[in-house]
């Protein structure tokens, strides 16, 4: 039973425009959403959070929305850079353990 | 320079072989955790250890085991119990409270022939 569900496997962008990455999640108890964006055969990075009793967190070029009555969750980079070509990880946290459930990813491609 | 490091970054054994991956970090977190990631999958967890000398098992600890004998080192042991062993291994850090970011290393892309 997948969790968290990223159900682009992947996502072809032109350099400039936006990028959004989608991200749905069954599990009401997490209370926390992560970004990881990794580049292959390295380690994830962590890009962006963002609690449940939020709805966006920015970050410069990222910001996340949650949806919460569609469990629903979204990055949006604006602008996309080439170098944003990877693949981004969603993941909640389920409780006080701190115990992340990752999606299974999505590639993106930003052409220059 | 604070961080992850895990060594080596490419490894091979045989079929039937014990086989331990190191992961040090310099962080001073108490959380460690160790993923394994296989193509077009996502990060599953193995093992994780919130203290010294104690450790949880995680959805896919069959075939592996831990040990957490100081704050800054979890090897993981891959035994010859674990059927498909080859995969891509990461182990990352974090501290507890807050929102739980986890820092993760360069990972192991372990090889089993």
């Known amino acids: 039973d997948q969790q968290v569900k990223q159900n682009s496997p992947s996502l072809s962008v032109q350099e400039g425009r936006i990028s959004i990455l989608n991200c749905d999640y069954t599990n009401s108890m997490f209370d926390y959403f992560l970004w990881y964006k990794k580049y292959p055969a390295e380690g994830p990075t962590f890009l962006i959070s963002i609690s449940s009793i939020k709805d966006k967190n920015e970050d410069g070029r990222f910001t996340v929305f949650l949806n919460k009555s569609a469990k629903h969750l979204s990055l949006h980079i604006v602008p996309s850079q080439p170098g944003d070509s990877a693949v981004y990880f969603c993941a909640g946290r389920a409780g006080s353990q701190g115990n992340l459930i990752f999606g299974k990813g999505t590639k993106l491609s930003v052409k220059p | 320079d604070g961080g992850i490091t895990q060594s080596p970054k490419y490894l091979f054994r045989k079929e039937g072989q014990n086989v331990t991956l190191s992961c040090e970090q310099n962080?001073?977190?108490?959380?460690m955790y160790w993923y394994r990631q296989d193509p077009g999958q996502g990060l599953r967890l193995i093992y994780y250890?919130?203290?010294?000398?104690?450790?949880q098992k995680g959805d896919i600890a069959e075939g592996y085991s831990v040990s957490r004998e100081k704050k800054e080192s979890f090897p993981l042991t891959v035994t010859s119990a674990q059927k498909n062993p080859t995969a891509f291994y990461l182990c990352?850090?974090?501290?507890?409270?807050?929102?739980?970011?986890?820092?993760f290393g360069p990972g192991t892309r372990l090889t089993v022939t």
């Open positions: 990352a850090s974090s501290i507890i409270g807050g929102s739980y970011e986890q820092y």
């Open positions: 250890s919130q203290i010294v000398n104690d450790f």
């Open positions: 962080l001073n977190h108490d959380a």
